[in-house]
Structure formats: C-alpha cells, structure tokens
C-alpha cells in the first residue's frame, strides 16, 4: 500500500489503484483535475527531455549505460507514468486498451508495404 | 501482429512487443532513438492538452461523457502511451516498474500523515 | 488592429498590445487564465518539436532551407511567441525584461571561463 | 555583454544577439541545434506548468502577488523566452514577425463577429 510494498504492481491496473490509494490517503484527489494531471504529466515530460537535451544522439542512446544518468532517466519516465496512469485511471480509461486501439488504427493508415523507411512528418506510429 | 490483432496485449509488456514489430515492419527502428521518441512523446503530450485547454475544470471533469471529446482525449492518451511504452522500450526501462519505484521513493518522502490536504510546490506524487 | 495590420508590431510590447485587443474584440479574457494558456503555450511548443522530432540533427539544422517544412516551423514558432507573449502580458510579465534578468544569474552561475565547451546537465543558458 | 549588463537589451533582436554572445563566451553553440534547443523549450516549458499544475484557476490569476511564487513564475517565463529566441535565432527567424504574421492569419480565419466568446476546439488566438 502507499507505493511501498516492494512486491510491487505487475500491471497497470495494479499500479493504477495503487496510486488511487496514494492518492486518497493524502487527500490528494482534489488536485487531480483532468486538467491538473495533463499539466503534471507535461511537466514530467520536460524533466524527461531536459535530461536527454544536450546530449548528441549517440550519447543518448547509450543513456542506461551510465547510473547516474541512466537513473535520472528511469526516475523521469517513473514519473511520467505515474501522472499518464493516474490521469487515464481519473479519466476511467483503460490505458494499454487505448494505446492498442490507437495502433490498429495507425497500423491501417501506415501499411508497413508502404511506408517502409520513411518518416515523412505524417509518418508515424 | 502490427497492430491489428483485435485480441489485443493486456500488458506494457506485451505493448511493448507489438510496437517493437510495427517498426521493424517498417524499418523505423532508425527514427526511434531515445531523443527522437522523446520529442515524440512531448508532442503528443501537447496535442492531449490541446483538447483540455480550454475547458473549465468541470468541463474536463466530464470529457468522456462528451462522446466526440471523450473520444479524442483517449486517442491523444493512446498516442502519449505508445511513445511513452516504444521510449522505454528503446531503453530497456521497465515501464511499471520505473513507476513503482518512483513512487515508494515518493511515499517515504511524503508520508500521508504529514501532508494530508496540502500540495505545497514540493508535495506531489 | 486584430492581427490584420500589416505594418505590424516591432516590439513585444506593440505585439502584447495587439493580443489583448485579438482577445478582447473576441471576447476570449475569460479564456486566457494563466493555466490555461500555459496549457496552451505546451501545446504549441508540442506542435513545434512534431516537425522536428524525426529529423537527423543535419536535416533540423537545415530546416528553413525547406521552403514547405521552414513555413511550417516559423508559424509554429509564431504559435509560441503568441501564447507565451499573452501569458506574459495577462500576468504582468516583461517577456524580454524577464529574460534578461534570467540571463544574468545564469551568466553568474557559469562564468564563460569556467564552463567552456562543457554542457553538463546543470551547465545551460 | 555576456548577460551581467544590466542596463539591458529592449528589443527581442537585443536580447537574441545578447544569447549569442553569451553562447559564443561558452563555446555552446555545438549544443545549441534546432533539435536541442526544441527541447530546452519544451523542459522550460514543462518547468513553467510545474509551477501552476496544482494551483485553483483563482490562485494561478494571482500568483504575482505573492512575491516567492511570482518571482518563479517570472524566472520560468524568462527561461521559456531565452530558449525561444536562441531557437528563433538558430534559425533565422525574427519571432515577432512570426507571431504577428501567425495572428494575422488566425485572425482572417476567425473573424472577431463571428466566434465572440466561443473556445471551440478550433477556435483559438
């Protein structure tokens, strides 16, 4: 409970109610707005890149190589799943579901026959 | 497979998977550098708080009773999911997990006894 | 007035100015809180980073070369400007005076012949 | 120079030539790509939304009053600025220009009579 069972959630479902949970035992509900987390979540996102933002691709490709780095990177995306879930879960939207249902339909718009090899500005998963 | 097996993954895991196959299939594999999706990632965050911007809280709080709205926000969510599951992917993160412990290092530092009600700047999951 | 005279601001101010008057003649004020249009303001900047994102460093570098693809970032970059100007202006905010104080402590914080070449994560204008 | 003139820059074309030195001082124009500084902008961005995420619309239309947060909330918005015009400089943009040409072209499209207090989706400064 409250994030520090170290058996942890295996799921998102889990991790949902566990943060639903955290969320309540400090009465925290109030500032979970649809709008407050799409906020947080953004704000997540900018820590994410600004660790990523200087360095040259191939740097940041070998990100997980270096812990100090490589931890800072993991922590940030920690966090922006924390706020993605919690914002779905707020939303009563079933995140993986949504995540798949939007690739079918890429998929259908993008045939890999196609597409092979481009990355036109339309062109994307 | 590629996206359109109806079926569908249940686990980031498997997520993670089906992505992985939509780009080799087409040879994007090359554009999905840890920078690159993370920029994909931010986009897609602001095309989400484009659809929120403008609402009043109520409004946002009620978005998915809005058929035409309730079915963007969950598409916008599908995309910030994808990037968000492809990034980690592409950097051998362990989605739920990065999240889990983010948030039992959230929790201790923020024990509900002591914050019950306030989000201070510092205070947040 | 509202954003059709040509002969056009030059500085911030005059652009702030014909902002307020854009909004006013709409009558979106009630729209523009400051969350909502920082909310906005992300928005953009995520629009921004989608015309860059699955470009080589190369290709980014030579973007406005692209008479199509540099029409496109200028107005995204005209986006920012907007959102960010009308931010400023509704909280009392001199954009360039705020800038220019920013850059003096940072100028502080990393003195020229201490930093040389190096970008650090905490080493940045 | 350098930032440490407090006498200052007015214009933006100031202030962009004041970054470039400030820059050229440190050796970072290698840093300052396109790509990079999009996602400097989007991280200051993301910086500015932290500020504000969890406060009620009611107490983010008065952050400048209370000196701590204003004082934040100004510096971030200075941040977002600098980013900005380096970026618009890198690539030869003039950034009023942009957003002057940009809100001449929103303007055309929704004619102040016909959109009068309406923030439909689409219809925005």
Redesign the interface.
């Given at each position: 409970m409250?994030?520090?069972d170290?058996s942890?959630?295996?799921?998102?479902a889990e991790?949902a109610e566990?943060?639903r949970g955290?969320?309540e035992?400090?009465?925290?509900q109030?500032?979970h707005?649809?709008?407050?987390l799409?906020?947080?979540?953004?704000?997540?996102?900018?820590?994410?890149?600004?660790?990523?933002?200087?360095?040259t691709?191939e740097e940041?490709?070998h990100?997980?190589a270096d812990p100090e780095l490589g931890g800072r990177?993991?922590?940030e995306?920690?966090?922006?799943?924390?706020y993605?879930?919690?914002?779905?879960d707020v939303?009563?939207?079933d995140?993986?579901?949504?995540?798949?249902?939007?690739?079918?339909?890429?998929?259908?718009r993008?045939p890999?026959e196609r597409?092979?090899?481009s990355?036109a500005?339309a062109v994307?998963?």
């Open positions: 409250n994030g520090n170290n942890g959630p295996k799921t998102v991790l566990q943060l955290f969320a035992d400090r009465d925290w109030q500032f707005t649809p709008k407050n799409a906020m947080a979540l953004a704000g997540e996102v900018g820590e994410l890149l600004a660790e990523l933002q200087w360095l691709p940041a490709a990100a997980m990177v993991r922590a995306i920690g966090d922006v799943m924390i993605l879930t919690r914002l779905a939303l009563g939207i995140l993986v579901r949504a995540a798949e249902d939007k690739l079918t339909e890429v998929a259908r993008y890999a597409v092979r090899g990355a500005k994307r998963p």
